[in-house]
């Protein structure tokens, strides 16, 4: 999912490793849970792992729960 908005192969694992470790924040209703990472530094990388939350906020994942699950990029708590 990473692909078509980084071209650097070789770096790739490291995107992916980078965007997973971000800290954020996270608000939970009674609908859904929200995550909020911090967006990355470097601005290429920082769209790559844009489209990546925009990417699962459309797949609609649930949760066990019932609860949608929302993960996107922002520099504040939601």
């Not at 609908?31 to 911090?38: A, G, I, M, Q």
């Not at 967006?39 to 790559?48: G, H, M, S, T, V």
């Not at 906020?57 to 649930?62: A, F, G, I, L, W």
Request: hydrophobic share 35%; glycine share 4%; with cysteine.
């Amino acid at each position: 999912w990473l692909r078509p908005h980084w071209n650097r192969e070789n770096e790739i694992v490291d995107l992916f490793y980078a965007i997973t470790q971000c800290h954020g924040w996270i608000r939970s209703d009674k609908h859904e849970v929200r995550v909020r990472l911090e967006p990355l530094e470097q601005p290429n990388r920082r769209f790559a792992q844009e489209q990546l939350c925009r990417k699962l906020k459309y797949m609609v994942s649930r949760l066990p729960s019932g609860k949608q699950m929302v993960i996107e990029v922002g520099e504040e708590p939601c």
